[in-house]
């Protein structure tokens, strides 16, 4: 049974820091493309950033946020760094097989997190 655990959202001001984890059991970590997706209420699922070989970013987070891959832990973390309201949003884990790319969309997605809340105050 294939498991993605989120853990290390909340409540921040503005200019704070936050560092996503996401913990991997189930599945051969080193042959699945990782990723952090973000749905804001009302809006739809969006990329933030994905780790295969390469890392890629939403052009709203470069700079900001970091990604990260752990093949011995089997862990993925999201560090988060001048955090913006426009952040806000819950925060998903996701997981791809690897075919070739290192990036993929939220509807390409083959495993998810249950999400975890991260709220930015201005």
């Known amino acids: 049974q294939v498991q993605l655990v989120e853990s290390g959202g909340g409540l921040v001001q503005a200019g704070a820091k936050l560092r996503l984890s996401c913990a991997v059991s189930g599945l051969t970590f080193n042959r699945h493309i990782m990723g952090w997706f973000r749905q804001a209420p009302g809006k739809e699922r969006e990329f933030v950033a994905t780790?295969?070989?390469?890392?890629s970013y939403a052009d709203s987070v470069k700079g900001r946020f970091i990604i990260s891959r752990d093949s011995v832990k089997d862990t993925v973390s999201l560090q988060m760094n001048n955090l913006k309201p426009e952040d806000t949003a819950v925060y998903y884990c996701?997981?791809?097989?690897?075919?070739?790319?290192?990036?993929?969309?939220?509807?390409?997605?083959?495993?998810w997190g249950q999400g975890t809340q991260v709220t930015v105050s201005s």
């Open positions: 996701a997981a791809k097989a690897y075919t070739g790319t290192d990036y993929f969309q939220a509807w390409e997605s083959d495993y």
């Open positions: 780790a295969g070989i390469r890392t």
